[in-house]
């Protein structure tokens, strides 16, 4: 009797592995988060961080930022039930040294994450950025991308994060990281800037397109509008699947799915919620063509209990993050993360 228990938990062990090996060396997980002003707690005089300072308005100490680390990382690897997501983009970095210490100074330093970033000239002095398990992945080249808006030059902008990732089976996903500008301010003074944003993106995707009307693509990030909205439908000319007056678009946006579910999004404003966070992809990762493809055509939004917390003011729950104003709350970040599923093998998405 002991040597058959002993049997069976062997054989389970075996199957385990063998299930983990298969779902790690054919699919792999790609996500986004918006991870609310990441800053580190020292004041840099070419910044305009002293409100993430311990003496500024956000009272932010060393023992909250490592706080904060853990927690970013706690959702990371939340992400997946098997193993940690394989690329995740990212908004809101203050600089490089915060992305080192979540990948070597975190629970995430035993996946062998690396990092792609690029200081930008943003005021705020908050960039996007991308990890990936550097076991499984390989970055071959990267750039920033400025964004120079034309009607006004001397603003200091955000740039993109343009990444080229390669896979096991050889194949090569061209990645964009965003952070559109807010709509703070108010959605008519602001779309402008989207807009632009967007037309830059779009330039992009068509001259990748150009070089290779099959390539993979991938734009990701937190646009701060809907896929409804004009600088997302009209100007990058991302069209929804289920639509038949978008057959022949290039790029698709997989969060127009998630319009049809109630109480489903990225991110909550009062009492809607909604995806400002995007994944837009080209065709090629959809028609199950290529050796890599997008598993059920579609993305969705990662939330779990320990994410939310109830929404006394308007009902259901809302995103539990760190800060509301100035005041501490101790939480994660004020969006969830958004992620979908890359399959290797033809047909296989």
Not at 121 to 134: E, K, N, Q
Not at 198 to 219: F, G, K, T, W, Y
Request: with cysteine; glycine share 6%.
């Amino acid at each position: 009797m002991n040597m058959m228990r002993i049997w069976l938990i062997i054989s389970c062990i075996y199957l385990f592995n063998n299930s983990l090996s298969a779902q790690d060396t054919s699919t792999y997980l790609i996500g986004f988060y918006n991870l609310e002003n990441l800053f580190n707690p020292n004041d840099d005089s070419l910044k305009n961080d002293d409100a993430f300072t311990p003496t500024g308005s956000y009272h932010w100490t060393y023992k909250k930022y490592v706080k904060k680390i853990n927690n970013i990382a706690k959702v990371i690897l939340a992400m997946n039930d098997w193993s940690p997501p394989d690329i995740i983009g990212l908004a809101e970095i203050e600089e490089e040294s915060v992305l080192r210490k979540m990948c070597h100074d975190s629970p995430l330093n035993k996946y062998r994450y690396r990092y792609v970033h690029y200081e930008s000239p943003d005021v705020r002095g908050v960039d996007v950025a991308l990890i990936y398990r550097s076991d499984r992945i390989k970055i071959i080249r990267s750039k920033p991308v400025p964004i120079v808006f034309p009607f006004d030059t001397a603003a200091k902008n955000r740039d993109l994060l343009y990444a080229v990732a390669q896979f096991s089976c050889g194949d090569s996903l061209h990645i964009i990281v965003n952070h559109w500008t807010s709509r703070f301010g108010g959605y008519a003074p602001t779309i402008i800037k989207r807009n632009y944003y967007a037309s830059v993106v779009r330039m992009m995707a068509d001259s990748i397109l150009q070089e290779n009307p099959r390539a993979n693509i991938l734009i990701m990030g937190d646009f701060n509008d809907y896929c409804t909205d004009e600088s997302i439908s009209d100007v990058l000319r991302a069209g929804d699947l289920d639509n038949p007056e978008h057959a022949d678009y290039q790029l698709f946006d997989l969060m127009f799915r998630l319009l049809k579910l109630e109480n489903v999004g990225s991110h909550k404003h009062e009492d809607f919620w909604g995806c400002l966070d995007q994944m837009i992809v080209s065709r090629a990762l959809l028609d199950g063509q290529n050796p890599l493809s997008i598993v059920n055509r579609e993305a969705d939004v990662f939330v779990s209990d320990f994410m939310v917390e109830p929404d006394e003011k308007f009902g259901g729950f809302k995103v539990f993050r760190t800060f509301l104003g100035p005041r501490y709350l101790g939480g994660y970040a004020d969006h969830l993360p958004v992620y979908l599923r890359i399959r290797q093998g033809i047909g296989g998405g």
